[in-house]
């Protein structure tokens, strides 16, 4: 059994910046597309971006557009969400995701906070 797990989050001021990592044991990145997802207190999860499976031309959500980067590195077995120019409304717990089948599979998520 395989387990995404993400890190690189913590407390930034707004404008800051932060590297989101997502790993995997036990299985192969570069075989799925890569999706960020961040759920805000009392809010529905909402999808940030995601990448397929070579890195190009990621996609992503209005509100990150020229300010957050997905970018992988296969031959690491990683994937990154670059923040930058945060903004306190980026406060949230982050998670990577993928699909195998008809399963969806996410991390534990990893906290960030952005706040002055």
């Known amino acids: 059994q395989f387990e995404l797990v993400e890190s690189g989050g913590g407390l930034v001021q707004p404008g800051g910046s932060l590297r989101l990592t997502c790993a995997a044991s036990?299985?192969?990145?570069?075989?799925?597309?890569i999706g960020w997802f961040r759920q805000a207190p009392g809010k529905e999860r909402e999808g940030v971006g995601c990448?397929?499976?070579?890195?190009?031309?990621?996609s992503y959500v209005e509100s990150v557009k020229g300010r957050f980067t997905i970018s992988r590195d296969n031959a690491k077995n990683m994937v990154y969400l670059q923040m930058n120019s945060l903004k306190p409304e980026d406060t949230a717990i982050y998670s990577c995701?993928?699909?195998?089948?008809?399963?969806?599979?996410w991390g534990q998520g990893t906290q960030v906070t952005v706040s002055s």
């Open positions: 995701h993928l699909q195998l089948g008809f399963a969806h599979y």
């Open positions: 036990e299985l192969k990145l570069d075989r799925y597309v």
């Open positions: 990448i397929g499976t070579t890195g190009g031309s990621p």
